[in-house]
């Protein structure tokens, strides 16, 4: 078994092991920190299909602006 094979299989798990506990968590704070783990190891998983500029751009909008935008809401109304 080729290493890429392994490696693309272990993104593909940690995204579907992160995606539940994001689902079935009931802290916002860590649902927040599992979704980011979530997009991150779906960028990985768009760098081993070949598609560079999804992943760049899975990074830039979704990690670096959506949820961060999504943990400050959080932080700041959370009592």
């Not at 990690?63 to 400050?72: A, D, E, M």
Request: charged content about 5%.
């Amino acid at each position: 078994m080729d290493i890429s094979l392994v490696i693309f299989y272990l993104f593909g798990g940690l995204t579907a092991l992160s995606a539940i506990f994001v689902a079935v968590t009931r802290n916002i704070i860590y649902a927040a920190f599992a979704l980011v783990m979530c997009f991150l190891s779906l960028a990985g998983v768009y760098v081993f299909l070949g598609a560079e500029f999804i992943a760049i751009v899975q990074i830039l909008v979704y990690v670096g602006g959506i949820l961060v935008l999504l943990l400050f809401g959080v932080m700041l109304t959370n009592r």
